[in-house]
């Protein structure tokens, strides 16, 4: 198990306590996160770790159902919080900037794709275990706050991101700690927020916010965690149905074809990968957003899906959709229904 005690980490740190201290405290501070387990759970950690390091104007932005911080609907969300300083989490990296002339700090374990010129980005892309984003944006609040009781809340986001087995010393001691079945059910909760069709990802944020571990959270009975718990009967609900899905074959690619308004691409994609570990397996969702079909990337052969996505040339407009961003082995994209029937078109399938 590792603790994550590395020079890469000190220079992490190093990085991240430079930006802050440039950071003025009585400054407008947003984080703009993901809004999965790991994206959420950053947002809360950076939230709190924070305000314990006096800053006291802080806003947090989650992204739309495309959670692309570069898209113009979300880069207006980021400019109606008057950032003064800016956090991107768990949403990749570019060159390009989310907010010109905003100073920013991006932290991250997706492939980075460069950063604007002038601005922080602290990637545990090459490390090796490689962190997720809300595990390393707690280690590196760990020397400059006392963030040890939100542990929890990184497990979280570690849990959903990686697994039972990640190899990283919180989570075995977050399960001592707090006990697995506890961890394990919270994680459920806060994923199924972004995952259900009303997409309401805050009130996850909220739940966290609210109690003080996992425990208190699965066994509440406010608004928020009824809410999430009734986004979770309906993601299951929806998952019942899209397992019964065969899928149709083109040389290496298996493709789903699902219709449901709940994010289960991803789910379904790494169900099949393991069934189909000879193949590359493509979960499209046709019924997750108006006009476009969402889809999850995976593969269990050791084929890079990033470096194939991206094999597969469109030369789409500015703004039509997007694939080939996040990890090796978990990439995907969003496309307008006419560059989808282009793309499928060139693994060798046709639609009806």
Not at 67 to 83: D, G, H, L
Not at 211 to 232: F, K, M
Not at 244 to 254: D, I, L, Y
Request: charged share 25%.
């Amino acid at each position: 198990m590792s603790d994550l005690l590395s020079p890469e980490l000190s220079a992490a740190r190093a990085a991240f306590a430079a930006f802050l201290d440039n950071a003025p405290r009585e400054g407008r501070t947003v984080a703009l996160h993901d809004s999965d387990a790991d994206g959420v759970a950053a947002g809360v950690v950076w939230e709190l770790g924070l305000k314990r390091l006096g800053y006291a104007d802080l806003a947090r932005v989650i992204p739309d159902r495309e959670r692309n911080a570069w898209t113009e609907a979300n880069r207006a969300r980021v400019q109606a919080a008057r950032p003064e300083a800016l956090f991107v989490l768990d949403l990749g990296s570019q060159t390009e900037s989310v907010i010109p002339g905003v100073p920013t700090c991006f932290v991250d374990h997706h492939r980075p794709e460069g950063a604007p010129h002038g601005d922080t980005l602290i990637s545990a892309y090459t490390w090796d275990p490689i962190p997720n984003t809300s595990l390393l944006l707690w280690e590196l609040l760990r020397p400059l706050a006392n963030v040890e009781d939100l542990d929890w809340i990184a497990a979280i986001g570690t849990l959903s991101d990686l697994g039972d087995q990640a190899p990283f010393a919180l989570i075995e001691e977050a399960k001592k700690k707090y006990k697995a079945k506890y961890l394990r059910e919270a994680t459920t909760l806060i994923n199924a927020s972004r995952r259900a069709s009303h997409y309401h990802p805050e009130t996850a944020a909220r739940a966290l916010l609210a109690h003080s571990d996992p425990r208190a959270l699965t066994e509440a009975t406010s608004g928020d965690v009824e809410e999430l718990r009734a986004a979770r009967a309906e993601v299951k609900a929806a998952m019942e149905d899209a397992k019964k899905v065969a899928p149709v074959f083109s040389g290496q690619v298996a493709w789903l074809r699902l219709n449901s308004p709940c994010q289960i691409h991803p789910l379904i994609a790494q169900i099949w990968r393991t069934r189909l570990p000879k193949y590359i397996v493509l979960a499209a969702n046709e019924g997750y957003l108006p006009g476009r079909v969402n889809f999850s990337v995976r593969s269990a052969s050791g084929i890079n899906v990033l470096e194939f996505l991206r094999g597969i040339e469109l030369d789409l407009p500015e703004g039509e959709g997007n694939y080939g961003h996040g990890h090796d082995q978990a990439s995907g994209g969003s496309l307008p229904i006419v560059h989808w029937r282009r793309f499928l078109e060139k693994l060798g399938f046709t639609i009806s």
